[in-house]
C-alpha cells in the first residue's frame, strides 16, 4: 500500500478531553502524527486542529469518518499536499558571538530569507516561515556557529479548493445563539 502524506482538518468546539479522544484514534491504529496545530478558526468558538499523516487511501478514510464520531467534531476533511497551501514556523536562537564574528552567518540568514527577531549580548533568535525542508535546511546550517535552541511549529494550511466549511460553521453559530 503506497503511503502520502495527508492534511486532515478537524472543525472542532472547544472542550476538555478532545485532543486526548483524537490522538488516541491514531494511536490505536499506529499511526504516527507528524504535525499537529491547532487555532481558533474563522467563526467564534470553532477551532480548527491541523493534523499530518503519513498512510494510505483507505485508511485516512477511515480516520476522518473516525474523528467525525467524535461528540465534539463538527466536521473533519483531508487533504493532500497537492491540494493545500501550508507553512511551517521557527525559530533558531543562536551565540551572539557568531553574528558579529562570522560574517558567513549573515549571507546564510540572508539567503535562507530569514529573520532576525531579537539580538542579545548572549543570543539573538532568528525566525522563518516556509516549508519543513527550508527550515530543516537552515537549522543544519546554523549548527555549526553555535545554535543554542531550535524550534519547529505544526504545519499550518488552507487548502486551495472551497471547503464548504464555512457554511456549515455558520449554521453551526446560529444555532448555539
Given at each position: 500500500?503506497?503511503?502520502?502524506?495527508?492534511?486532515?482538518?478537524?472543525?472542532?468546539?472547544?472542550?476538555?478531553?478532545?485532543?486526548?479522544?483524537?490522538?488516541?484514534?491514531?494511536l490505536?491504529?499506529?499511526?504516527?502524527?507528524e504535525s499537529?496545530?491547532?487555532?481558533?478558526?474563522?467563526i467564534k468558538?470553532?477551532?480548527?486542529?491541523?493534523?499530518?499523516?503519513?498512510?494510505?487511501?483507505?485508511?485516512?478514510?477511515?480516520?476522518?469518518?473516525?474523528?467525525?464520531k467524535q461528540?465534539?467534531?463538527?466536521?473533519?476533511?483531508?487533504?493532500?499536499?497537492?491540494e493545500?497551501?501550508?507553512?511551517?514556523?521557527?525559530?533558531?536562537?543562536?551565540k551572539?558571538?557568531?553574528?558579529?564574528?562570522?560574517?558567513?552567518?549573515?549571507?546564510?540568514?540572508?539567503?535562507?530569507?530569514?529573520?532576525?527577531?531579537?539580538?542579545?549580548?548572549?543570543f539573538?533568535?532568528?525566525?522563518?516561515?516556509?516549508?519543513?525542508?527550508?527550515?530543516?535546511?537552515?537549522r543544519?546550517?546554523?549548527?555549526?556557529?553555535?545554535?543554542l535552541?531550535?524550534?519547529?511549529?505544526?504545519?499550518?494550511?488552507?487548502t486551495?479548493?472551497?471547503?464548504?466549511?464555512?457554511?456549515?460553521?455558520?449554521?453551526?453559530?446560529?444555532?448555539?445563539?
Amino acid at each position: 500500500m503506497k503511503q502520502k502524506t495527508y492534511t486532515i482538518s478537524v472543525y472542532t468546539e472547544n472542550n476538555i478531553g478532545l485532543l486526548n479522544r483524537i490522538s488516541a484514534i491514531f494511536l490505536k491504529r499506529h499511526i504516527n502524527i507528524e504535525s499537529f496545530s491547532t487555532s481558533e478558526s474563522e467563526i467564534k468558538n470553532v477551532f480548527r486542529f491541523v493534523i499530518v499523516v503519513k498512510m494510505g487511501d483507505e485508511k485516512v478514510v477511515k480516520i476522518v469518518k473516525q474523528i467525525e464520531k467524535q461528540v465534539d467534531v463538527i466536521k473533519a476533511y483531508y487533504h493532500t499536499d497537492g491540494e493545500t497551501i501550508f507553512q511551517e514556523n521557527a525559530l533558531y536562537k543562536v551565540k551572539s558571538s557568531a553574528l558579529f564574528e562570522e560574517r558567513h552567518i549573515q549571507n546564510i540568514i540572508k539567503d535562507s530569507h530569514s529573520n532576525i527577531v531579537t539580538v542579545s549580548p548572549e543570543f539573538f533568535v532568528i525566525e522563518l516561515t516556509g516549508f519543513r525542508s527550508e527550515t530543516e535546511k537552515l537549522r543544519k546550517e546554523l549548527e555549526p556557529y553555535g545554535l543554542l535552541q531550535f524550534v519547529r511549529s505544526g504545519r499550518i494550511s488552507v487548502t486551495k479548493a472551497k471547503m464548504g466549511i464555512s457554511e456549515i460553521l455558520n449554521k453551526f453559530k446560529n444555532n448555539n445563539k
